[in-house]
């Protein structure tokens, strides 16, 4: 049974999809003003992940990540550049799919609205606030009354009282309460407007979203994901702004991934310490940035450094090389024998399968999820060490391949790098070759001959261990 923190509720409840089999997911897409940091790559990752969980557990998923390609941000950043705002979008956007490319996304199956291409329904909901009472209309400008929503606050566990008192927010005369948030921004000079009732202006922030996902999925749909940061005032005023309009619920669960911080503060462009994902990535692939941040739980805060990445590193190349274990044991030829069916075998592989179950289905839980992998991989190494002949049991080693595979490639998006090189294959021989003397040098009880092969393969990373009837070896990176 699926299990989500809703932040709504602060409690972890029971996932039900409004419509069988199918889920209705929207996530907060980034601003197109710059290159994203890896603090913006974490939503991406991780929303990306519970896409595909949700499709392994059977279900069809309509997946939405809009784009924000109208804002103060944008019209700034145009001004810098002397570009139009359409110009500065159009370049961000194709930087923002070429950045995430080595990331694995699912891209052929997701949205991606852009904020300008959605202005008259925006203004339509405007109007619908302002007939209702919950809007009001000031030189131009208009805006949300907070006070008017009796359940404003609710996502963040606010009194609107409390938040006014705590809220750094400027002076602004024609606001009634300084936390009214704007709806719909009159026009200044030299920036992008539209005609509306109220005269030529653009939309605020939080509109856009609101009107985006309602008009992909209705006034009610399952999953609102996106950044901690987000929580107040984004999400906040979408849903004040949504059900106000409405008068039904706006999204059943809202998830909220931590921050990536560095030396404990949160990664950010306002405060200049941040790397863009680009400047990671000609380092350490795709597939390693994945693999880091799936190896904490969402909703904690994950410290990035490079030693961090070294040790993500390291580990899925653990994964990998017991994997490529595997794979030769499974291609290797068996001569005067038949295969067999292992008991031991069969009991891992349910086990294993439960625990990354569990630890999925208790919101997501893919740091615990990973470490069933390693849990498996460390026993199974120890049971094939022993075993004079594991390649007889093929048929239980290709379906724990065949598994794990499945779990990291298509539920954690982590590309695995399996495929044996050529100098590979003449490292298996050279090594094999290594083996024979050093079991003919045994024989003869050249003890000396022996402990060398041993040593000198060990320098190399090529660790030997002894079983009764058959020295196996791995490569330890």
């Known amino acids: 049974m699926l299990k989500i923190y809703n932040t709504l509720t602060s409690k972890l409840e029971e996932f039900k999809s409004r419509k069988k089999n199918e889920v209705d997911m929207y996530v907060c897409g980034p601003t197109v003003y710059n290159y994203i940091h890896i603090g913006n ?21 309509n997946y939405v990540q809009n784009f924000t390609d109208i804002d103060d941000k944008m019209i700034n950043k145009a001004n810098e550049e002397g570009k139009s705002v359409k110009e500065i979008a159009e370049k961000f956007i194709g930087e923002y799919f070429k950045d995430t490319k080595p990331l694995n996304i699912k891209e052929s199956t997701t949205k991606h609205p852009k904020a300008t291409e959605y202005i008259g329904k925006m203004i339509k909901l405007v109007k619908e606030l302002q007939e209702k009472g919950y809007a009001y209309e000031s030189n131009g400008d208009v805006y949300f009354d907070v006070f008017s929503d009796k359940e404003y606050g609710k996502l963040s566990h606010q009194k609107v009282e409390d938040l006014i008192s705590g809220a750094r927010i400027e002076v ?14 009159k026009a200044k000079e030299n920036e992008p407007k539209w005609n509306s009732p109220w005269g030529e202006g653009r939309p605020g922030w939080h509109l856009e979203c609101s009107v985006m996902s309602m008009d992909e999925f209705g006034e009610t749909f399952d999953i609102h994901g996106g950044g901690q940061d987000l929580i107040f005032p984004h999400h906040e005023n979408e849903i004040a702004q949504s059900e106000c309009s409405t008068g039904k619920k706006f999204a059943n669960y809202w998830m909220h991934n931590g921050y990536i911080n560095i030396k404990g503060e949160k990664m950010s462009k306002s405060k200049g ?11 350490y692939n795709g597939r390693i940035l994945r693999f880091f941040v799936l190896s ?17 590193k390291t580990g899925l190349e653990r994964i990998e090389t017991f994997m490529k274990r595997i794979k030769l044991l499974i291609n290797n030829p068996i001569e005067n024998m038949e295969q067999s069916e292992n008991k031991y075998l069969k009991e891992q592989l349910v086990i294993f399968k439960d625990k990354f179950e569990d ?11 990973l470490g069933a992998i390693f849990e498996l991989i460390k026993d199974l190494n120890k049971f094939l060490d022993k075993e004079s002949n594991p390649e007889i049991y093929k048929n239980d080693l290709n379906e724990i391949y065949n598994l794990i595979k499945t779990i990291l490639e298509d539920v954690f998006g982590v590309e695995l790098e399996l495929e044996t090189k050529i100098e590979d294959n003449l490292t298996n021989e050279l090594v094999e070759l290594l083996l024979e003397i050093r079991f003919k040098a045994k024989n003869m009880k050249n003890w000396e001959l022996a402990d060398t092969i041993r040593n000198r393969l060990k320098k190399l990373n090529i660790v030997l261990k002894d079983g009764k009837d058959k020295t196996t070896w791995e490569i330890q990176n």
Do not use: C, Q
């Not at 790559?41 to 557990?57: H, N, Q, S």
């Not at 602004?172 to 948030?181: A, Q, T, V």
């Open 41 to 61: 790559a974490r939503p991406i990752i991780f929303f990306d992940t519970v896409r595909r969980y949700l499709e392994y557990k059977g279900y069809k998923v």
């Open 359 to 369: 630890g999925m289905d208790n919101d997501f839980n893919s740091s615990k999820s």
């Open 172 to 185: 602004n005369e024609n606001k009634k309460n300084p936390l009214d948030f704007t709806l719909w921004k």
């Open 273 to 283: 310490n941040f790397f863009l994902l680009r400047e990671i990535l000609e380092k």
């Open 296 to 312: 904490s739980h969402y909703r904690k805060p994950i410290e990035f450094s490079e030693d961090e990445l070294k040790m993500a």
